[in-house]
């Protein structure tokens, strides 16, 4: 077992659902009522000092209860380690914002929100910024419709100089 994940492990005891150390950078799943405290440690504490969030990832697997997986990839510049922390969350519960811990977090957490539907508790401005306002849906969705819910979009036609539908 690597340095990094016993000390995890002794931090955090119980909170640490599974840990996965067969791939780098190494995983730790934890519960999602428990992700801000663990979060807030592993960039505070000085034996972990993660100070900064490279990536939030949400993955859905459709048939499956809970239905997404959120990934955060954290790095510490100051050790040189990463480190993924994974959660399960269902369709209608919500992953709390991390904007507090790191405030680059705010794009991430607007892109998981956009293009995944997962909602994010206590974000500041948790609204649409990759898809415009009036989209219905949300892209990385497995049952999002392949074909689009609407009309196809109308192209402009250089030779009748006018928007069309027609190539």
């Known amino acids: 077992m690597s340095e990094l994940i016993e000390s995890i492990k002794n931090r955090f005891g119980e909170k640490i659902v599974s840990v996965r150390e067969d791939f780098r950078p190494r995983s730790i799943k934890v519960a999602v009522d428990d992700l801000l405290e663990v979060m807030t440690a592993l960039k ?13 990832a949400g993955v859905d697997f459709l048939n499956q209860k809970p239905r997404f997986l959120v990934a955060y990839i954290l790095l510490s ?17 919500s992953v709390p ?12 957490e607007r892109e998981l929100y956009d293009m995944s ?4 508790k206590g974000h ?3 609204k649409r910024i ?10 990385l969705r497995k049952d999002f419709p392949v074909r689009g819910t609407t009309p196809p979009e109308q192209r402009y036609a250089p030779w009748d100089k006018r928007r069309t539908r027609e190539y």
């Open 130 to 139: 990759l898809m415009s306002e009036d989209f219905e849906g949300h892209p």
């Open 97 to 108: 914002s991390l904007t507090g811990v790191w405030c680059g977090a705010d794009w991430f």
């Open 117 to 120: 539907g997962i909602k994010v």
């Open 44 to 56: 505070n504490e000085e034996v972990f000092q993660f100070n900064q969030i490279l990536d939030i």
């Open 124 to 126: 500041p401005d948790l």
């Open 77 to 93: 510049t100051i050790t040189n380690k990463r480190l993924i922390v994974e959660t399960d969350v269902d369709e209608f519960e």
